[in-house]
């Protein structure tokens, strides 16, 4: 059973996306709020798996609502979820440790796969948003260089390797074939690369390589 934090500034929108998530056996909607500081005070509170978040509330936004939550370093995950096709606020929901983005024009089955997969540890953004996101972060994100950040010493040569090919956006499979290896001894290398780099999940983890100039889309 996965569960949920909706928050939502509209009473009508969360009454949706309740009414969609209770009759799904496996979600069970556990708190609602209504904008940035309740979602921060509930998520402390109730410990969701997944916080499902608005960007664009009165107050705190969701954005600065994000940001306060995986600061807190509690087990909840947070998917955005908004009306919005703007770069910025993808950027920034990133950035405040958000494991994914969609948009509220999502099918159904698409918004319960992000749940499922954002409550797994994965990360997943709107097929829509993926590509422009990789090429703007390539064309303005910033890049350290690889001397910058002390987390690489700790990385194996392969890790190294396995964590460059995250960040081109491979999956597990693709990058079993690259290397030669098993699905399995890749998922134990990506969880090894995460924990010692400090990220949640993947999507930390491409944000991380591109920091540091470790991966560009298109390369490779």
Known sequence: MTTVLVVDDQPLQR?????????????????EAAHGGEAVRKAAELRPDVVLMDVRMPGMDGIEATRRITAAGDRSRVLVLTTFDLDEY??????????????????PEELLAGIRAVAAGDAVIAPSLTRRLLDEYARYGPVRGTGDDARLSSLTDREREILVAIGKGWTNGEIAARFVLSESTVKTHVGRVLAKIGARDRIQAVIFAYDLGLARPGAG
């Open 90 to 107: 993808v950027h920034a929901a990133l950035r405040a440790g958000a494991s994914g983005f969609l948009l509220k024009d999502a099918r």
């Open 15 to 31: 009454f949706a996306f309740r009414m969609l998530l209770d009759a799904v056996p496996e979600t069970e909607v556990i708190g």
